[in-house]
């Protein structure tokens, strides 16, 4: 009974926080240590929920979707999965983080997914928006979405939950290994997909050299975000300052 009361909750809040019902609220619950808070409550095992939620945020600290939306990983679904798995089973941070890593890539193509299916209700809402029908709009905006949203999310950690350690690691066995390292390596293009996105929306072909030079200082002089970050702000305010005109960047 406890197992089967924990999977719905950590499938209903799975669900719930995907929703972008406010993006603040939305990217607070997302966080590991957030979700370990979560299963602490339900659980009564706030020390150990919280020293996993802790070793995932370490994990997942610098993942933020791209300004084209998209994630290499979810850290919602590895967290909703290992937290819940590993204080029932008494794991320690190390492995429980060990099975969260497969889910948070598996996570990604989840919320594909789920986009995917969104943009049926893009279109029936273009047509109401035609007609003026603010209630369809609504629909299609909010209340259809988050239906499909439960069906295609709550089942995953409901149904790995409930069974447990044993079963989610006998859904990682049974998913090939080129399948996997497939994941992976489509799960760091699709940040790219988002830079690209946004560099054709800008419009501005002249910007790309800037970030060619970001993911060189990255990834060849082991730069961590935030000192790429100061860089990148202090040479456009300089560029700004001394060579580009204000109409050239209005």
């Given amino acids: 009974m406890e197992n089967l009361f924990l999977a719905f909750c950590m499938g209903?809040?799975?669900?719930?926080?995907?929703?972008?019902?406010?993006?603040?609220?939305?990217?607070?619950?997302?966080q590991p240590v957030v979700v370990g808070v979560f299963v602490g409550l339900l659980t009564s095992q706030m020390e150990k929920a919280m020293m996993i939620g802790a070793a995932?945020?370490?994990?997942?600290?610098?993942?933020?979707?791209t300004p084209g939306g998209n994630v290499p990983n979810d850290p919602a679904l590895a967290a909703c999965i290992s937290i819940p798995i590993g204080v029932l089973s008494n794991m320690s941070p190390a492995v429980a983080v060990?099975?969260?890593?497969?889910?948070?890539?598996?996570?990604?193509?989840?919320?594909?997914?789920?986009?995917?299916?969104?943009?049926i209700w893009v279109h029936r809402a273009d047509r109401y928006a035609e007609e003026g029908n603010e209630k369809g709009i609504?629909?299609?905006?909010?209340?259809?979405?988050?239906?499909?949203?439960?069906?295609?999310?709550?089942?995953?950690v409901f149904i790995i939950v409930f069974y447990?350690?044993?079963?989610?690691?006998?859904?990682?066995?049974?998913?090939?290994?080129?399948?996997?390292?497939?994941f992976e390596i489509m799960g760091g293009i699709l940040p790219a997909l988002g830079f690209a996105i946004t560099l054709t929306v800008i419009g501005k072909k002249q910007l790309i050299p800037f970030f060619i030079?970001?993911?060189?200082?990255?990834?060849?002089?082991?730069?961590d975000i935030m000192a790429v970050a100061v860089f990148a702000i202090s040479t456009a305010l300089l560029l700004n300052l001394f060579l580009f005109k204000k109409e050239d960047i209005s």
């Fill in 12 to 30: 209903c809040y799975f669900w719930f926080s995907r929703l972008r019902f406010g993006y603040t609220i939305s990217s607070m619950l997302l």
């Fill in 56 to 65: 995932l945020q370490l994990v997942y600290l610098g993942v933020t979707s």
């Fill in 98 to 119: 060990t099975l969260a890593v497969p889910f948070g890539i598996i996570g990604a193509f989840v919320d594909q997914l789920t986009k995917t299916t969104n943009t």
């Fill in 138 to 156: 609504f629909r299609c905006a909010f209340l259809l979405p988050s239906i499909m949203g439960f069906i295609i999310r709550f089942p995953i």
């Fill in 164 to 182: 447990g350690v044993d079963f989610a690691q006998q859904v990682m066995t049974m998913i090939p290994q080129w399948l996997m390292h497939a």
């Fill in 213 to 223: 030079i970001g993911f060189f200082m990255v990834k060849y002089f082991n730069l």
